[in-house]
């Protein structure tokens, strides 16, 4: 008798998104980028801020669809002196 065909689990990326008190938090690697992005950044208290994904800033109109390809992401409140 042959082996029967079996299909290993799909691997699940996930990606960590770094606020600015330093708390981490794992995101699904298709969870929707700029909504997930906005949500963790109002329960922040910020209403301006960066955003560096794997220690690039990245402008909002380049922002990614989802998580799928990256592995950090950092909130950094906005220095409007900088």
Not at 4 to 27: F, K, N, Y
Not at 50 to 76: H, L, M, Q, R, Y
């Amino acid at each position: 008798m042959s082996e029967h065909w079996r299909t290993e689990p799909e691997a699940v990326h996930t990606a960590v998104v770094i606020l600015p008190d330093g708390s981490e938090h794992e995101v699904d690697g298709t969870a929707p980028f700029a909504e997930t992005i906005r949500k963790y950044a109002r329960e922040a208290g910020l209403s301006k801020f960066d955003v560096f994904i794997d220690g690039t800033e990245t402008d909002a109109a380049e922002a990614p669809n989802d998580f799928s390809e990256i592995d950090e992401v950092e909130i950094k409140k906005y220095d409007e002196g900088a």
